[in-house]
Each structure stands twice: as structure tokens, then as C-alpha cells.
């Protein structure tokens, strides 16, 4: 048998792969996330995590366990409420950077419909600074969206690493301008990447601008030139760019859920959704 707890913890852990992180989330002490990974670990037979002092990661047998332990969590949280006879109902408006367009997500909004078949959820997808700007402006409940590693403000769903990505075939001529495909402002990832090319004292110049995902794909793939993305998220036709381009680290990037400041009645909606969410975490990475 695998305890509820553990596998909660698991996840915690697998999605921000820290032990400080998960624990924070959790409001648990690290000590006792760390007990729960190491019982968890004995009840499988298995070391799910390979650790150091200065990085986690998942093992073989540990990325197996993500979906066996997102399954048994969604399968005690439908029991539970089956049980508890408690139905949440209102409107929920969710909005979900526009990373996760080509994720998995469908998946777990269908599963939060299914669930909470009497709950309204109205969609919101949009750059993740437009989104902090609906939801300060109190037209969104609930929020996905990137934060800088410094900010404090969120609930942690995971931590990845920005990254350059292009077209296979693109070659970057040293002596010339950096050609960039960007979001418009106030989006984060082309925040870091200018800062990035700043500081690192390597001219840049914009070839594409778009407020698309699917825009910024197309053009990067057209070899228009090259774009800062999540590592775990990298669109299929693209490819990290090499380290022997010379482009600047980029660093990492935090995935968030933010409340916003409503009524009571989409408080339960909202905790519902970002439990989910936070339950299926590696549905909203590419393989």
C-alpha cells in the first residue's frame, strides 16, 4: 500500500525537485519530507530520487511512479468527495499562461469538469504578465502562470530552466546581431532573454514579435531566429540550441498558482482546480 501522504509529498518534490520547495508547499518540515520520500522509497523497493547537495532528480523508477501516484491521488479525491456527498458549484474563471498550449492540460481541466461537473469554468489563456494584471484587477480567481525565481508571491507548482530553442537547421553568425522571436512586453520570457544578452555584452535584434505561442513557433521554425522557452516544454520541431552558439544561461523559471481576492464562492472551485493541478504536474510537460 502507498500512503496518500507520501505520494502527495512525492509529487511535491518531483514537480519543484527540492526538498525545501515541496516542503514549503506543504507546509511541512523538511525533515518530514524527507521521511516520507524514504518510506515511500522502502514501500516501492525502488530510489525514486538521485540527490546531492546541490540537485534532485528523478530516477528511472522514480519518473515511473509520477503516474502511478497522480492516479491514486485522483482516485482517493473522487472517492473522498463521493463519500463526503459535498457538490461545488459557482463559476470559476481559471487563467493559464500560454506555455501550457500544447501540454497536457486538457486532460486535467477534463478531470476537474468531471469531477466538479456543477462548477462554470471560464478558460483565460494569455502571457503570464497579462495574467497578474486580470488578476490584480480582480477578473480572474485563479491563476498558471511564470514567476522570477526571487519572487516570493505563488504557490509552487514546479521550477525549470529557460532555454534557447530554434530550428534544427539554424546556424547563429557570431559577428552578427542575435535574431530573436519574442513575445511582446510585459512577457517574462523575453524579459530574461534581453537582460540575458545585455549583460553578456551580445548585440541582439528582434526578427519576429508575437502574442502567439503557435506564432512564435511557426516563425522559429521557419529559422527566423531563435527563442527563450522552458526547457521542459520545448514545442516538437525545435531543438535547445547548442552551447558552442556562445548564447548567454538564461537561469530558471518558477510555475505558480495565484487566488485572487473574490468572494467566497469561488474559493472552494479555486482549491479544487489547483489541487488537480498540482496533482498533475508531469501532465503539463512534453515528453
Known amino acids: 500500500m502507498f500512503e496518500p501522504a507520501q505520494l502527495r509529498t512525492f509529487l511535491a518534490v518531483a514537480q519543484t525537485l527540492s526538498f525545501t520547495q515541496a516542503a514549503h508547499r506543504l507546509g511541512l518540515r523538511q525533515s518530514t519530507v524527507s521521511q516520507h520520500v ?30 502511478f ?20 458549484r459557482g463559476r470559476l474563471r481559471f487563467g493559464a499562461s ?10 486535467v481541466l477534463e478531470g476537474f469538469r468531471r469531477d466538479h461537473p456543477e462548477v462554470d469554468l ?46 534544427e537547421r539554424l546556424r547563429l553568425d557570431p559577428q552578427r546581431p542575435v535574431p530573436l522571436v519574442v513575445y511582446p512586453p ?35 521554425r521557419a529559422g527566423l531566429g531563435v527563442m527563450a522557452h522552458t526547457g521542459g516544454m ?13 548564447l548567454p544561461e538564461l537561469g530558471e523559471v518558477e510555475f505558480v498558482l495565484l487566488y485572487g481576492q473574490r468572494d467566497r464562492a469561488a ?13 498533475g504536474g508531469d501532465r503539463l510537460q512534453l515528453p
Do not use: Q, Y
Open 186 to 220: 510585459p512577457a517574462l520570457t523575453r524579459a530574461r532573454a534581453l537582460e540575458a544578452l545585455e549583460l553578456a555584452a551580445r548585440e541582439w535584434r528582434i526578427a519576429c514579435t508575437s502574442g502567439s505561442l503557435n506564432g512564435l513557433i511557426a516563425a522559429t
Open 234 to 246: 520545448i514545442p516538437p520541431g525545435l531543438v535547445r540550441i547548442s552551447p558552442r552558439a556562445g
Open 69 to 88: 501516484a497522480r492516479t491514486i491521488l485522483e482516485a482517493n479525491e473522487r472517492a473522498t468527495s463521493f463519500f463526503a456527498g459535498t457538490r461545488l
Open 122 to 167: 471560464e478558460l483565460t489563456v494569455e502571457l503570464s504578465g497579462t495574467l497578474h494584471e486580470l488578476l490584480a484587477a480582480g477578473r480572474l480567481d485563479l491563476v498558471l502562470a511564470k514567476r522570477r525565481p526571487d519572487e516570493a508571491r505563488g504557490r509552487l507548482v514546479w521550477r525549470d530552466r529557460l532555454v534557447w530553442v530554434g530550428a
Open 267 to 279: 474559493r472552494g472551485p479555486a482549491e479544487a482546480l489547483a489541487d488537480a493541478i498540482l496533482a
Open 98 to 107: 500560454e506555455d501550457f498550449v500544447l501540454t497536457r492540460m486538457p486532460e
Open 38 to 67: 524514504r518510506k515511500l522509497e522502502e514501500a516501492a523497493g525502488r530510489r525514486l530520487f538521485a540527490r546531492d547537495t546541490h540537485a534532485v532528480e528523478l530516477t528511472e523508477d522514480g519518473e515511473a511512479m509520477l503516474g
